[in-house]
């Protein structure tokens, strides 16, 4: 039995806007568990990067509970890859342990291992301008992880590539995820990309956001793109768009 690492209940998050008060998020409840990759789908609008944010404390939410562990480090990566131009790759890597007053060297150890482990040997010391965007993205990955933390929070990171980038950097990011053991939550409106990558999908509703479903993926955890031809992985596509279409 594997522990639970953050649980939400009955979450609800309102913005303020003028006079006006929009709900984004109405009773969100799911638990995950250590070690598990969760993907969060649901359409565009319907509060999915709120309910990253809320989860990061970067906003309040209006009621319901939120339970983690105290001292629980979480790495975020965003929908942009928000790098620093002005910075080579290896310096918007450390970025998040010099603010922690980390010593020079043992950052740059660490960077370099992280960007050998998201395939980015060699490219260390050029500056942002001169990689692709997936290349953009998988930096903002090796920032992501260089706290260490517990729970890293992916969102749309891959939603601006094209196909065959997307592809690559799913299966790469299953090679990630089981190296690193890290929990993962990541959003997508991508389902097959949701498929592919989770051991559980939450399907959100439209705006306000409700868990319309939770739904168990239970293939291996170690997957290749061969999985996208078979059988099972499209009957659990097909299921899962069934549920995100229905309102
Ligand atoms: N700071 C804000 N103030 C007011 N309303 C907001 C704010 N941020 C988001 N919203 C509204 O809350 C709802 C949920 O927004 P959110 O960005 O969480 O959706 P999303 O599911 O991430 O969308 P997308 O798929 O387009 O990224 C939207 O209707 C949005 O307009
Ligand atoms: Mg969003």
Same mark, same amino acid.
């Not at 929990?183 to 959100?204: D, G, P, R």
């Given at each position: 039995?594997?522990?639970?690492?953050?649980?939400?209940?009955? =979450?609800?998050?309102?913005?303020?806007?003028?006079?006006?008060?929009?709900?984004? #998020?109405?009773? =969100?409840?799911?638990? =995950?568990?250590?070690?598990?990759?969760?993907?969060? =789908?649901?359409?565009?609008?319907?509060?999915?990067?709120?309910?990253?944010?809320?989860?990061?404390?970067?906003?309040?939410?209006?009621?319901?509970? *939120?339970?983690?562990?105290?001292?629980?480090?979480?790495?975020?990566?965003?929908?942009?890859?928000?790098?620093?131009?002005?910075?080579?790759?290896?310096?918007?890597?450390?970025?998040?342990?010099?603010?922690?007053?980390?010593?020079?060297?043992?950052?740059?150890?660490?960077?370099?291992?992280?960007?050998? #482990?998201?395939?980015?040997?060699?490219?260390?010391?050029?500056?942002?301008?001169?990689?692709?965007?997936?290349?953009?993205?998988?930096?903002?990955?090796?920032?992501? #992880?260089?706290?260490?933390?517990?729970?890293?929070?992916?969102?749309?990171?891959?939603?601006?590539?094209?196909?065959?980038?997307?592809?690559?950097?799913?299966?790469?990011?299953?090679? *990630?995820?089981?190296?690193?053991?890290?929990? !993962?939550?990541?959003?997508?409106?991508?389902?097959?990309?949701?498929?592919?990558?989770?051991?559980?999908?939450?399907?959100?509703?439209?705006?306000?956001?409700?868990?319309?479903? !939770?739904?168990?993926?239970?293939?291996?955890?170690?997957?290749?793109?061969?999985?996208?031809?078979?059988?099972?992985?499209?009957?659990?596509? !097909?299921? *899962?768009?069934?549920?995100?279409?229905?309102?």
């Amino acid at each position: 039995m594997s522990d639970t690492i953050l649980e939400l209940k009955d =979450v609800e998050v309102v913005y303020s806007l003028k006079e006006k008060e929009v709900k984004a #998020l109405e009773r =969100v409840s799911f638990k =995950v568990e250590e070690g598990e990759f969760v993907s969060l =789908v649901g359409p565009s609008g319907c509060g999915k990067t709120t309910l990253l944010k809320v989860i990061a404390g970067l906003i309040d939410f209006a009621s319901g509970e *939120i339970m983690k562990p105290e001292d629980f480090e979480i790495g975020y990566v965003f929908q942009e890859p928000t790098l620093l131009e002005w910075r080579k790759v290896i310096d918007n890597v450390v970025l998040p342990l010099e603010i922690k007053g980390i010593d020079k060297e043992q950052k740059y150890k660490k960077a370099k291992k992280l960007l050998k #482990l998201v395939g980015l040997e060699g490219f260390e010391f050029v500056y942002p301008k001169d990689l692709s965007g997936g290349m953009k993205q998988r930096v903002a990955i090796a920032r992501a #992880l260089i706290y260490d933390p517990e729970l890293l929070l992916m969102d749309e990171p891959f939603g601006a590539l094209d196909v065959p980038t997307r592809l690559k950097l799913n299966s790469e990011l299953n090679r *990630i995820w089981l190296r690193t053991n890290k929990t !993962i939550l990541f959003v997508t409106h991508n389902i097959q990309e949701a498929v592919f990558l989770s051991t559980k999908v939450i399907v959100l509703s439209r705006r306000p956001g409700r868990v319309k479903k !939770i739904v168990g993926i239970d293939f291996p955890r170690k997957r290749d793109l061969k999985l996208l031809d078979r059988e099972e992985y499209l009957e659990k596509v !097909i299921e *899962i768009r069934k549920i995100f279409g229905k309102g």
